[in-house]
């Protein structure tokens, strides 16, 4: 067996530690004589896989306790529906803030449902950087003031909270929740697709303060009304059962690695190494300001893009994969969340090297 250093933007690398966990208990899950895709989500035995995963959650994040942590499904795409169905509160628009496509997704989405505001957008700078808040038009009377504190295509990320004048505000955060510390209580809602930086495709955790809840729009279906999911546990029909007990294991793993606080270091320590590199040699470009760039995401071009082809071809000799930048950026982009180590990033940085050495 030979793993690869997978340096894909999602589904992404998992710790090898939690892997290896999974594959000990996959016949017998601590005694119970099956594993935890065959057991009946109102088992004792899941309830508790179940109850644990939010504690540690809970406990990692530092989630106050007015808030509710849900368990759910269909993605972060489905959640930029049930954001409005459930936020909106008889208001008629929310705002939003563009800095790369998930962003605009987003916003779209939205519109089927209420009036959405573009408070402020990057767009017209092929989202290469935030747009100073300070200039930001938003609305006082606006449901929510809805972000994306990384965005994955593009390689910007938030590095602090902007304010938004009491309005709840809302985040994405599908490529960077648990990367570092962030202050809860600083946002009114937060959600991610699990399959970044949490565990396997399927899952997706939403993250809400209680008083927001309980006003869903009448035609929400039960299922994605955050009140009744979160009255229910997150059972209120089947859940992805064995993403949510993989995702337990992850966030142990995050209390074994320092909690946020290691982690967040090691995350800067892993960016600025790719970051350094590719500021001080003129082969490969990162369009992005250097005060915004993502310490998840990292895009970069090389000068002839004629090369990009060999490039690819090379890493994956080398064992590096999943470095093809997205469709719409084009380029390369290399993904370093929690699980992707120090050395791995070093490993791309010598091939980076040596490419140069006899290609460029
Ligand atoms: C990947 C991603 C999405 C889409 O996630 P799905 O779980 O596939 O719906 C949305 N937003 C951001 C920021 C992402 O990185």
Redesign the pocket.
Known sequence: MKRVINFS??PATLPVAVLQQVQAELLDWRGSGMSVMEMSHRDKAFMSIAQEAEKDLREVMNIPANYKVLFMQ?????QFSFVPMNLLRGKAGADYVLT?D?GK??AKEAGRYCKVNIAASSEADRYTHIPDPAGWKLDPDAAYVHI?P???IHGVEFHAEPDTQGVPLVA????NILSRPVDVSRYGLIYA?A??NIGP?GL?IVIVREDLIGQAAAMTPGIFDYKQMADNESMLNTPPCFAWYVSGLVFKWIKDNGGLAGIGERNARKAALLYDYLDGQDFYRNPVKKENRSRMNVPFTLANAELDAEFLKGAKAAGLTGLKGHRSVGGMRASIYNAMTLEGVQALVDYMKEFVRTRG
């Open positions: 933007a999602g269909g993605g972060a795409t489905a790369g998930w997704k987003a994306t990384n965005e994955t994405d955060m599908s490529s697709g399959q970044k495709a997706t």
